[in-house]
């Protein structure tokens, strides 16, 4: 398996653009991370699908935030519009069950996003 | 409010060395307790998982100890290798259905040859 996919892997747009992240979760995963790291606060838990099915959006800055699942091989985060207090490595993971058990949180390799 | 804290915040030592990184959370009750580590550029990767009830969990050189009375943790590294540059992150998952993973703010090391 390919591990987690995330593009693109850099992302610089300027502040107002609208910026779409994609993330491939691991195939037969049933659920969907998306974090966001920066140096200030660490990583930080933004949303979370269970079987293509946002459960926890508490983490999500602002309206300006929005993420989907379409089905159970693809889920976009969307900033629209983006600020440049948004610019952070934002990480998509995926596992099998509950995160709390043994089954493990796999992370994608992140997309590095500048807002100018 | 439930925290985790890491220190020391930044650790420099020469290859070949060991080192011990600690970790002191509030969470309580928990569930487990995951030491990640994460290279420069990449996601985090999971190094070991300890429940409440496990006090020492190891992964080849790398030995996580878990002390749930006095609610800390540490993660030994053996013989150092410049490939154990990286940060290494402690993460607390609450227990009590699906709970938010607290993340520690990382150590970030550095083993110079």
């Known amino acids: 398996d390919a591990g987690v996919i995330q593009s693109p892997r850099h992302e610089v747009t300027e502040m107002g653009q609208e910026v779409t992240l994609r993330c491939k979760p691991i195939s037969g995963h049933d659920y969907l991370f998306w974090y966001r790291q920066t140096m200030m606060r660490g990583l930080e838990l933004l949303i979370y699908?269970?079987?293509?099915?946002?459960?926890?959006d508490s983490g999500m800055p602002e309206d300006r935030f929005s993420a989907k699942m379409p089905n159970a091989s693809f889920s976009t985060l969307k900033i629209q519009p983006s600020e440049p207090r948004d610019s952070a490595v934002y990480f998509c993971?995926?596992?099998?069950?509950?995160?709390?058990?043994?089954?493990?949180?796999?992370f994608g390799p992140g997309t590095r996003l500048t807002v100018l | 409010k439930n925290q985790v804290e890491q220190s020391p915040q930044s650790l420099i030592i020469l290859e070949g060395k060991n080192c011990t990184l600690q970790?002191?959370?509030?969470?309580?009750?928990?569930?487990?307790l995951r030491w990640y580590k994460q290279d420069t550029g990449r996601g985090p990767v999971s190094l070991t998982i300890?429940?409440?009830?496990?006090n020492t969990k190891s992964n080849g050189r790398y030995t996580a100890t878990l002390d749930a009375d006095t609610k800390q943790s540490s993660l030994h590294i053996t013989a150092s290798q410049l490939s154990d540059s990286a940060s290494y992150i402690c993460v607390v998952r609450p227990s009590g259905g699906y709970n938010k993973l607290i993340f520690g703010a990382g150590t970030r090391l550095a083993v110079h040859p």
């Open positions: 300890m429940t409440f009830s496990e």
């Open positions: 699908f269970n079987n293509n099915v946002p459960i926890d």
């Open positions: 993971a995926s596992s099998s069950g509950l995160a709390g058990s043994y089954n493990e949180q796999f």
């Open positions: 970790c002191n959370y509030t969470v309580s009750p928990f569930s487990n």
